[in-house]
C-alpha cells in the first residue's frame, strides 16, 4: 500500500494565475498519476507522470497548460497554468507498481477553484 | 472507442442489499475495478476482478464476465455509511483505467 499526500488541499486563485500541486507518496512508485474529476463526473487522466522523463499526456490535455514534474520516485507536481473558471476542479495524484495493477490508490485530492 | 457505463444513480433502503451494474467496451481487457467515493473525498479501493466470477469480501461481493463485457457489486446488509458513488474502471491492453461516470447510491433509513 501507499500513503499519499497532496499540497495544498485547496485554494482559491484568480483567473490568469498559476497553481503548482504537489503530491509526496511514502514509499517508491513506479507509475504517478495526475486525474481532474468535476463535480458530479468521474475521473479524467491528465497524464502519467515519468521519472526522469517528460510527462505522457492524454488527448486534450497540453504541456504548456499543465507542465508535470517527476524529480524523483516518491514525488511529483502539477501546475495548472494560466487559470481559468473551467480549471476549478479537483486535481487527484495516484500511484500504481508496474506489473502489480490490482490497485490504484489516491491522493486526498486538492480542490482548486478559480474566480 | 472505448466505454463504460454505470447507472447514474440508485436508491436502497439500510438492511437491504443492492446490485450496481457496470458495462465496458476497451481496447484489450486486463482487469475491472471498483471503487467508493465519499462526497468530498478521493477513491478508495474495493475490488479488481480479472477471472471470470464472483469474488466476495465481508459485504461486498463483485462479479464479472469477459464474454459480456459486464461487471456488478453487490453491496450486503446495507448501511448509512455506504452511502456513495461507486465508480466502475476497467484496465485496457495498454493497462490505462478507463473510468465509469460513477453511480451515486442513497440509503434511506
Known amino acids: 500500500s501507499a500513503v499519499i499526500s497532496q499540497k495544498p488541499s485547496r485554494d482559491i486563485c484568480q483567473r490568469g494565475t498559476s497553481l503548482t500541486i504537489q503530491c509526496q507518496v511514502d514509499?517508491?512508485?513506479?507509475?504517478m498519476f495526475w486525474y481532474r474529476q468535476q463535480p458530479g463526473q468521474s475521473l479524467t487522466l491528465i497524464a502519467t507522470?515519468?521519472?526522469?522523463?517528460?510527462?505522457?499526456?492524454e488527448s486534450g490535455f497540453v504541456i504548456d497548460k499543465f507542465p508535470i514534474s517527476r524529480p524523483n520516485l516518491t514525488f511529483s507536481t502539477l501546475t495548472v497554468s494560466n487559470m481559468s473558471p473551467e480549471d476549478s476542479s479537483i486535481y487527484l495524484c495516484s500511484v500504481a507498481w508496474t506489473g502489480d495493477y490490482n490497485e490504484q490508490f489516491f491522493g486526498p485530492g486538492t480542490r482548486l477553484t478559480v474566480l | 472507442g472505448q466505454n463504460i457505463d454505470q447507472p447514474t444513480e440508485m436508491t436502497a433502503t439500510e438492511g437491504a442489499i443492492v446490485q450496481i451494474n457496470c458495462t465496458y467496451q476497451?481496447?484489450?481487457?486486463?482487469?475491472l475495478f471498483w471503487y467508493q467515493q465519499h462526497a468530498g473525498e478521493a477513491p478508495t479501493f474495493l475490488s479488481y476482478n480479472v477471472l471470470d466470477g464472483l469474488e466476495e469480501k465481508g459485504r461486498f461481493s463483485s462479479f464479472l464476465s469477459r464474454s459480456k463485457g459486464y461487471s456488478y457489486l453487490l453491496l450486503k446488509e446495507l448501511q448509512m455509511k455506504d452511502s456513495a458513488s461507486y465508480l466502475c474502471?476497467?484496465?485496457?491492453?495498454?493497462?490505462?483505467?478507463?473510468w465509469g461516470a460513477g453511480t451515486k447510491l442513497i440509503i434511506k433509513p
Open positions: 507522470a515519468n521519472q526522469g522523463s517528460e510527462a505522457t499526456y
Open positions: 474502471a476497467a484496465l485496457d491492453s495498454n493497462y490505462q483505467l478507463i
Open positions: 476497451t481496447s484489450g481487457f486486463n482487469g
Open positions: 514509499s517508491q512508485v513506479t507509475m
